[in-house]
C-alpha cells in the first residue's frame, strides 16, 4: 500500500481502489456534496444576503502552502461551512435582488455534475458526437420557444452555439462582422471600422470591441433619453452612422439590447436593423437578461425585428434556470464566424470533419476547449418543461409588478423608469425628501432640494439595507439620478420575500429619512447623533439638507 | 396546487416546495445522478473509447421540440444511458490516450458541483469575496509547488487568475502587450504589430492573435527541425525578429510552449527570453499540458527560464484532475491586463472596488461573469495533498515509459520522437514495412517504400485501432511523418491499460502488415481481399505496395 491505492475486496473480487475515481469513493462523498447543499438551500436565507467579510479576510484564516498530505471530505466541507460561505455573496438566497438573477435549479446544477462527471472535452463533432450533437438539437428547441425566424436554426443554415457569457458572444459576432469588412476593404483598415451602442449598452460591448482591435476612439456610446426610456432612437443611430462616414470610417457593427442592465430598456430591433441594412452593418441583439423572458408570448414582442438581424444572443444562466456560465448565440451565417475564427491542425484532423457532415463548435467560439454545456440546458428544459419555465418566469415578473405597487402606494417613493420584465427602479423622491427636510422648519428657508442630495440620501438607503443583510439590490444611474434596482429572479423567491423586502425598504427610509431636517434647527442633529450610523458619511446628510 | 408548487407536510409545520430549489427533491435527485456517475465509472471501461455513432445519430432519436410538461429524472436518466452515453467519447476511460488527457477526479468533480450549487457570479470581490478572494491564494500556492518567481505571486506584485482555456490566457496577454505597445506608437499601427510562435505552437495561439485583430501575415510560425527535438531555436527567433524590423514592423509577442501538442516539445525558455529582451517582446509560456508535471522537482526544469517570462499558464484541467475548464494563468505585471480589460460601468460601483484594496478578477479577463472555479482546485490540493498529486503524475510518466519500453522491443516499431512527459510518438517504421513487403517476393523487384506508404500504413493501423473501440489514440505529422500519439493521463488508467494497449496495437499491426505484399505477386491480394475491411481504402495499401 503506497499512499496512492489501497487493495479493496468487494463483491467478492479483488479491487483496486483507485483514489481519483473509484465508484464507491465517488459515491460516498458525492453523496455527502449533495446533502451540504440540500443543507445550504434550507439554510441560505438565514446568511446575510451581500457577504459581510472584509478583504483579505481568507488569507488570514487559511494556511500559506496547500498541505503536502490529503485531507479528509469532512474536514474540507466544515471549512467551506466556516470559512467560504461567510465570503460568499448569496445569489440563491431568495432576498438577493441584485444585479441580473444566477437562477440555479436541480436541474441546472445536476446537469452540469453531469458534465463534469463525463468530463469530455467537445471542441469537434469527433472528440464526441453527443455533446455537439445535443447542443445543435437543444438550441433548435429553444430557437424554436423563442419563435425565431429559421433562418437562425440549423435547417435554415443558420444556427446556435453555447458560450460561457455574453462577451464573448458580441466578441466572436463582431470578429466574424470585421474579418467579412477587412476581407473586402484590407487589413490595413482595421483602424477605420466603426462599432455601435448606446450609453446603456452593456460595457461587454465596450471590452470586446476593444479586445478585437476596434480603435477605441470609434466605440460610440450614442446617448439615449428618458423620453424614450433609454431605448435607442434609430435616428440617432443614422446621424451617427452618418457623421462616421463623413470622416472617413467604416460602419461595422451594431450592438441593440433587449433590457439593459440599468433599466432593462429596450432599443427598438425593427428600426435599428433598417437603418443598419443601408450600411450593410451587423446587427447583433444582446437580451442577456430578457431574452430569457422572451419564451413567454406576451413577452415576445420586445424582440419584433430580431428576424432582420445577424445575431442575437441570451444568458440561460440568468434566468433560465442553468447554472453559470451558458450563454446562448444564433447566427444567421455561421461560415462567417468559422472564417474568423476556425483553425486545422493536424492533430485535430479526423474523417468526420473531412466529411463536412458535422459541426465543429471550436470554429464557432473563441477558445478550442468546451464544456458540455448542452447537457444541463437539456435536463432543465425536459426537467420543467417549457411551460413550467414559461410560468416560473411569470410568476417573477408578477412579484416585480407587486413591488412596484407597494412603492406606487408610498408617497415618499418614485418609480424613475418604467418597470420592464423583473426590473423595478425606484429611488425616494426628491418631493418626499423636501418635504422631510422642511416639514418642521417654522423658519422661512428657500425650500429647495438638489439632484446630488436626492442621490446622496437613495444610495444612503441602499447602503444601509444592504449592510443589514437582510436583503441585496444594486443600484445604477441613469440620466443623473441614482436608482435603487430591485430585480427579481432567484430560483427561491415567493411573494412573502417581496413583502418582506419592502417592508425593510421602507424602515430603513423611515430611519434615514427621520434624521432629515432643515439644518435651520440644529436640535435634531443634536439629538439624533448618538443614533446615526457612523457609516453614513456626515457629508451625505449635509448635502441632503443644503444651504438653509 | 397549480404545477408550480405543491403543498407538503415536512418536519411537522407547512412547507411550500419549490420544484427549483427544494432541498429534499434536490438531494433525492442529487443521489440518483451521483449513482448513475459511480455506474458509469465502475462500467466506463467497457464502452467503446471513442464513439461509434454515425452523424446526426442524435436527432434522429430525440423529439424535434423541447417538452411542454415535465419529465422525471428517471426517466432523464435512462435517456443519458441510452442516447447520450454511445455518443460519447469516453475521456475517462482508462483506455483513452487521445490528445492531452482530461483527468477528472472526484475532489475536481464535487469541486464543481458545489461550484455550481452556489452559482455565484464572483466579476468582482464585492459580488463574493470568497470567490475572489479562494482564487488568489490558491493561485499562490499552486506558483510555489512550480516554484514560480515571487514576481508572479501576489505578494510579489504579480498574480494568478483562472480563466476556462490557454486560448483565453494567450488572448488577454496579447491584449495586454498590445495596448501597452500601442499606447507608445499610436492605434493606427495595429497592422505593423509581429506576434511570434514556432510551427509547433499550438492553434490557439494563432486563433488568439487574430482575434486580437494581429494581421494575419505577421503571425510567425518558426519553424522547427527534428535535431532540436522540435524546440524554437533562439537563433531562428532572433533572425525573424531582424527580419520583421527591417520591414518596418513592430514585434510584439512571443508564445513560447513547454510540451507542444504534437509531441511535447519543450522551447528553450531562457535563452528565447534573453532575445525577447533585446526588442521589449511579452514572452508568454504555454504550458498547458506540461506544465501540471512542473510540480515534480525532477521536472521543474523544463520551466527554467520562466523568471524572465512575463507571463505563464497551464491547463489544470488537462493533468491536475481538476474538471474541464481550469486554466491557471499568472502575469508579471497585472496592470497591464487591468488597463487593457478594465471596465467600470455605474452598475458594478462599489466601496470596495473603489477602496483599492481588493482584486476585482473581471478585469483580468475576457469575460465580466465567472464562475467559482477555485473551489475544485482548492477541493483537488486538499483532498489528494500536494505529494500525491505528483505521485500520480509521476504514475502516469511511469506508464508511458513502460509503453516506450515496449514499442522499443519491437523491431516493427520505432519511436520517432524523444518522450517527454507521458506522450509516446511511435509508428510502424519504414524498415518493417519494406521488409514485409518484399519478404515473399521472389522476383527481383526494386526494393523501397516511399514516405506517404509508411505514413498510410500508419493512418490505416490507427483508423484501425481506434475503430476496434478498444482504446483510442490521435496522431500527428512531424516533419512530414504520420506519427501516433499515446498520451498517458486518464485518471482510471493502470499498467494493465497500458499493456493491453500495447496488445492491440501488435495485433492491428500484425493484421494489418499481413495484408502487405509485393504486388508482382497477385496471390496474396486474392487470397485476402475477403477478410480486407471494407474500411481501409484501398489506395493506402496500393500505395504501401508501390512499383514493383
Not at 440620501?457 to 435603487?484: C, K, P, W
Amino acid at each position: 500500500m503506497d499512499g496512492l491505492e489501497s487493495k479493496h475486496h468487494l463483491n467478492g473480487s479483488m479491487f483496486t481502489k483507485n483514489p481519483l475515481l473509484d465508484p464507491e469513493e465517488f459515491r460516498r462523498q458525492g453523496y455527502m456534496v449533495i446533502d451540504f447543499l440540500a443543507d445550504y438551500y434550507r439554510n441560505v436565507e438565514k446568511y446575510p444576503v451581500r457577504s459581510q467579510v472584509k478583504p483579505g479576510y481568507l488569507r488570514e484564516r487559511l494556511p500559506e502552502s496547500a498541505p503536502s498530505d490529503p485531507e479528509p471530505i469532512e474536514t474540507i466541507l466544515e471549512d467551506v461551512q466556516n470559512e467560504i460561505i461567510p465570503g460568499l455573496t448569496h445569489w440563491q438566497s431568495p432576498n438577493h435582488f441584485a444585479y441580473f438573477p444566477s437562477s440555479a435549479s436541480i436541474a441546472g446544477i445536476l446537469g452540469e455534475t453531469l458534465a463534469a462527471g463525463f468530463d469530455v472535452v467537445g471542441f469537434n463533432w469527433m472528440s464526441s458526437p453527443a455533446a455537439t450533437e445535443l447542443e445543435t438539437i437543444v438550441m433548435d428547441w429553444l430557437a424554436q420557444m423563442l419563435s425565431l425566424p429559421k433562418s437562425f436554426m440549423f435547417a435554415g443554415n443558420g444556427g446556435g452555439v453555447l458560450l460561457g457569457t455574453t462577451c464573448e458572444a458580441i466578441l466572436t459576432t463582431i470578429v466574424a462582422a470585421r474579418d467579412r469588412v477587412l476581407h473586402r476593404i484590407g487589413r490595413e483598415s482595421i483602424h477605420k471600422l466603426v462599432v455601435y451602442g448606446s450609453d446603456q449598452t452593456h460595457c461587454s460591448f465596450h471590452k470586446s470591441a476593444k479586445i478585437a482591435g476596434i480603435h477605441p476612439n470609434n466605440i460610440r456610446k450614442i446617448k439615449t433619453t428618458k423620453s424614450h426610456a433609454f431605448g435607442l432612437a434609430p435616428e440617432s443611430f443614422r446621424l451617427a452612422i452618418e457623421e462616421d462616414l463623413e470622416l472617413g470610417l467604416v460602419p461595422l457593427y451594431l450592438c441593440a439590447t433587449v433590457g439593459t442592465t440599468s433599466t432593462a430598456a429596450i432599443d427598438p430591433l425593427g428600426p435599428l436593423c433598417d437603418v443598419a441594412k443601408d450600411y450593410r452593418i451587423w446587427v447583433h441583439i444582446d437580451a442577456a437578461y430578457a431574452g430569457n423572458a422572451c419564451i413567454c408570448p406576451e413577452f415576445r414582442q420586445y424582440i419584433d425585428g430580431v428576424e432582420k438581424a445577424d445575431s442575437f444572443s441570451f444568458n440561460a444562466h440568468k434566468w433560465f434556470f442553468t447554472t453559470l456560465d451558458c450563454c446562448c448565440l444564433w447566427v444567421k451565417d455561421p461560415n462567417a464566424l468559422v472564417k474568423a475564427l476556425s483553425t486545422s491542425p493536424e492533430y485535430l484532423r479526423n474523417k468526420a470533419t473531412d466529411s463536412k457532415q458535422v459541426v465543429d463548435y471550436k470554429d464557432w467560439q473563441i477558445a478550442l476547449s468546451r464544456r458540455f454545456r448542452a447537457l444541463k440546458l437539456w435536463l432543465v428544459l425536459r426537467s420543467y418543461g417549457a411551460s413550467n419555465i414559461r410560468n416560473f418566469i411569470r410568476k417573477h415578473v408578477d412579484m416585480a409588478v407587486l413591488f412596484q405597487g407597494l412603492v406606487a402606494k408610498d408617497e415618499r417613493f418614485e418609480i424613475v423608469v418604467p418597470r420592464f420584465f423583473a426590473v423595478v427602479c425606484f429611488r425616494v423622491s426628491p418631493a418626499a425628501i423636501l418635504k422631510q427636510l422642511y416639514s418642521s422648519c417654522h423658519q422661512h428657508c428657500p425650500k429647495s432640494v438638489g439632484d446630488d442630495s436626492v442621490n446622496d440620501v437613495n444610495q444612503e438607503l441602499l447602503e444601509s439595507i444592504n449592510a443589514g443583510g437582510r436583503m441585496y439590490m444594486t443600484h445604477s444611474v441613469v440620466d443623473g439620478a441614482f436608482v435603487i434596482r430591485f430585480a427579481v429572479g432567484a430560483s427561491l423567491t415567493e411573494r412573502r420575500h417581496v413583502i418582506s423586502a419592502w417592508l425593510i425598504v421602507q424602515e430603513h427610509a423611515h430611519a434615514i429619512l427621520g434624521r432629515k431636517n432643515c439644518p435651520c434647527s440644529s436640535a435634531p442633529c443634536e439629538r439624533e447623533a448618538s443614533s446615526v450610523s457612523s457609516s453614513l458619511p456626515i457629508h451625505s446628510i449635509l448635502n441632503v439638507i443644503g444651504p438653509c
